[in-house]
Structures are given as structure tokens and as C-alpha cells.
């Protein structure tokens, strides 16, 4: 790396360190004010990655192309909006109360983090991490490994800001699989972008109800189907990783 992207990778780091603890410590009591500045600080971090990824010529930056394994993305989709408690919604047992502004700034909000997070992980250190293994056997499972793992083990300054350490662990290991998830996106499509769609879909329909509503989303039924999706996808993901031995069209050109 030249000492310009090295200086830009060093700002990179600082922002997601800041970007994790920024309007935890200190913030108004006003509900909307931490969502914006997550907005906000995200987008920054957004931009800095971009920057850094055009630096590195990672081909990552593309429109997806659906048309080469279109059955991840596809199941990656399926396990975002599953992650919507649909049973508890329709029967009122789970419901969101929130104003539509609200709710718009926390689509605003799963959008900006998405981003971010697909941008530094899948973006940026799932490429940089293939182009060290490439001559290794199952390199690209490696590299999927090796960012999933980063991307859930920084959720540990978590605990710097008062999360308990069963709920931190909680965080790291749900992490680590939409991680593993989305890098198997990027594999397939060659796009960052898709990769942050489904997450931003994945974090809206998964915490929209704890932040914005009440009630139980969980139900036999919802668990029955979460579980059987999540094996299925699981097994057909980690497969797809195992068996794909080039993904240097992600990599610079030669």
C-alpha cells in the first residue's frame, strides 16, 4: 500500500472507532438526535471507504450482476425480510408506533450503516484479504472467514459504552453470519452496493419493532421457519464459498 492509502486506511479505522461510540456518551434526550448522528457519521465513514476503495482499484463498486449466481442474493433477501416478525405484525401482537418521520429516519439510519459496514468489510477488507490468500487453497472461504470474524469481533467496543457481555456476544455471533452472508453477495454479484441493500433491509427488519414499536415478534411458527432458512442458507452459502476457488475480478486489474 502507498503512504497515501495507508493514511487513508488509518483515517478509515479512527471513523469506525468514532462511529461506534459517537452519541453513546453524549447526546440530548431527544429520541431522533442519536439517529441522525448515526446518519450522519456513517455517511462520512461511507465516503472515506469509497475514497479508499478507488485508491485500491477493488473492482467492488459496480452495478450487481444478478444474471451469475442469482440464487444467493436472492436467498440473502429472503433471510432479511424474515427477519420482520410478519406473524406478529398481522396479528397485533407486535406493532410500531412510531411517527412516519421517525420511522423514515431509521430507514434513513439502516441505510447509512449498511453502507458503511458493507463498504469496510465487505468492500474494502474482504478484497484486500483475498488478494493476501489468493494462492492459498479455498481463498476466497478464507477471506469470507477472515471479514466476517473482523467484522463481528469489532462490535466488542460495545462494551466500552455499558453493553452487557451477553449481549455484545449476542451481537458478535449475529454479526459474523450476516457478514459471511454478505460476502458471499459481493462473491456473487461483484457489487458492494447489493451487499449494503440487504443489509440496511436486514438491521430495518430486525430491530424496527425493538426501536420504534413493542411486543413479541416470536411465535412457533416464526421460529420453526427462521431456523429451517437459516440451515438452508447456511449450508448453500458456506457450500458456494467452499467450491468458488477465483474471485480476482474483484481484485485490480493486472
Known amino acids: 500500500m502507498t503512504k497515501r492509502e495507508k493514511l487513508l486506511f488509518a483515517a478509515a479505522l ?7 461510540i459517537a452519541g453513546r456518551l453524549f447526546h440530548p434526550d431527544a429520541v431522533w438526535f442519536p439517529m441522525a448522528e448515526t446518519v450522519l457519521t456513517r455517511l462520512i465513514g461511507a465516503a472515506v471507504i469509497v475514497v479508499l476503495i478507488r485508491q485500491t482499484g477493488y473492482r467492488v463498486l459496480g452495478i450487481p450482476e444478478l444474471s451469475r449466481h442469482p440464487v444467493i442474493p436472492l436467498l440473502a433477501l429472503l433471510v432479511a425480510l424474515n427477519n420482520l416478525p410478519w406473524i406478529g405484525l398481522f396479528t397485533g401482537r407486535a406493532k410500531i408506533g412510531a411517527s412516519s418521520g421517525m420511522i423514515l429516519l431509521f430507514v434513513c439510519e439502516c441505510i447509512a450503516v449498511g453502507l458503511f459496514e458493507e463498504l469496510a468489510f465487505r468492500g474494502f477488507l474482504m478484497p484486500y484479504s483475498l488478494s493476501r490468500l489468493q494462492d492459498r487453497p479455498h ?4 477471506a469470507a472467514l477472515l471479514s466476517s470474524t473482523v467484522f463481528g469481533l469489532v462490535h466488542l467496543v460495545n462494551l466500552l459504552v455499558g ?15 450476516i457478514g459471511g452472508m454478505c460476502a458471499c453477495v459481493l462473491v456473487a454479484s461483484r457489487s458492494v452496493w447489493l451487499c449494503a441493500a440487504i443489509h440496511a ?7 424496527v419493532v425493538l426501536r420504534l414499536g413493542e411486543g413479541d415478534g416470536w411465535d ?12 438452508l442458507t447456511a449450508v448453500l452459502l458456506v457450500r458456494f464459498l467452499w467450491r468458488t476457488v477465483d474471485a480476482e475480478d474483484l481484485l485490480p486489474m493486472k
Open 220 to 231: 412457533p411458527v416464526t421460529i420453526t421457519v427462521t431456523v429451517l432458512l437459516g440451515l
Open 201 to 207: 433491509v436486514y438491521n430495518f427488519c430486525g430491530t
Open 139 to 142: 481463498a476466497v472461504f478464507l
Open 163 to 177: 453493553a452487557s457481555p451477553g449481549a455484545v456476544l449476542m451481537q458478535i455471533g449475529y454479526s459474523f453470519l
Open 14 to 20: 479512527a471513523i469506525l472507532v468514532f462511529c461506534e
